[in-house]
């Protein structure tokens, strides 16, 4: 079996696991009360969403350096030679981030004076606030862009 057959049977069952999952977080137990604060909910399956997000943060790692190494040790195809965005993807993807961070950057200090409500506890550290703010839409953005790239290499294939 060659690996754009395993990348893609490995990101399909992924993203599979994951819907499921999501599905199983919204479904089973989401709106349990918090037990110190009634008025707010500790869904019962949590902490498989966070296993899930591990998971997958760690075999995104594995696959990165796997391929690294491949593509050292084997001389895959170099982008060198690509022309338009399959050239320049390396860049794009840094351009994406450092605007996802910026974007971030910027509402997280529009937000600075506000407060977090954390289990019911107001939380007003403006660096956390900052922080958390800028993490969270850089997420987002990132989330999104790539959703949309698995989309469309997904649709658009090279036969």
């Not at 919204?26 to 296993?51: Q, R, S, W």
């Not at 958390?132 to 959703?147: A, E, Y």
């Amino acid at each position: 079996m060659n690996t754009d057959k395993i990348a893609k049977y490995l990101l399909w069952t992924m993203m599979g696991i994951s819907i499921v999952v999501f599905v199983l977080f919204f479904l089973v137990g989401f709106d349990t009360p918090f037990e110190d604060n009634p008025k707010y909910n500790n869904p019962k399956l949590t902490d498989a969403v966070l296993i899930l997000s591990y998971a997958l943060v760690i075999i995104a790692i594995v696959a990165t350096i796997w391929s690294a190494i491949k593509q050292v040790t084997v001389g895959g195809n170099s982008t060198a030679k690509d022309k338009g965005i399959a050239g320049r993807t390396g860049l794009i993807a840094v351009v994406i981030l450092v605007v996802s961070l910026v974007i971030g950057l910027i509402v997280g200090f529009a937000n600075k004076g506000e407060t977090m409500l954390i289990n019911g506890k107001d939380w007003n550290n403006p660096a956390d606030i900052i922080i958390t703010d800028t993490s969270m839409v850089s997420i987002i953005i990132l989330g999104v862009v790539s959703i949309i790239a698995v989309i469309y290499s997904m649709v658009v294939t090279k036969k």
